[in-house]
């Protein structure tokens, strides 16, 4: 399978700011989104990105949160703002079927955690 691999995670204070980063390899990141998984909870969806620039926000982190790719198509972020203690999660990149959030491949994640 083709890898991504997650980078950017960390602690903060709630109120605090990361900026998550995928990557991969040999490949060009077209159709992507970020999921989150939090201790005792399924995973949930983030933000999704196609390749057309369209975006898709789950409820509760729109106009927080920003998916955006580079310039190269070979990195995708998403910059969290405004953190709060439940955006709690380890955050996973999936390379999705463009239209939709059913992944095609995933990264091992990054761990975020707010405090307050």
């Known amino acids: 399978q083709i890898q991504l691999v997650e980078s950017g995670g960390g602690s903060v204070q709630a109120g605090g700011s990361l900026r998550l980063s995928c990557a991969a390899a040999a490949y060009t990141l077209n159709c992507m989104a970020w999921f989150r998984r939090a201790p005792g909870k399924e995973r949930e969806k983030v933000a999704r990105l196609d390749i057309t620039g369209i975006t898709d926000y789950a409820d509760f982190v729109k106009d927080r949160f920003t998916i955006s790719r580079g310039n190269a198509d070979k990195t995708v972020y998403l910059q969290m703002n405004s953190l709060k203690p439940e955006d709690t999660a380890i955050y996973y990149c999936?390379?999705?079927?463009?239209?939709?959030?059913?992944?095609?491949?995933w990264g091992q994640g990054t761990q975020v955690t707010v405090s307050s």
């Open positions: 999936a390379a999705v079927f463009c239209g939709s959030w059913r992944p095609m491949f």
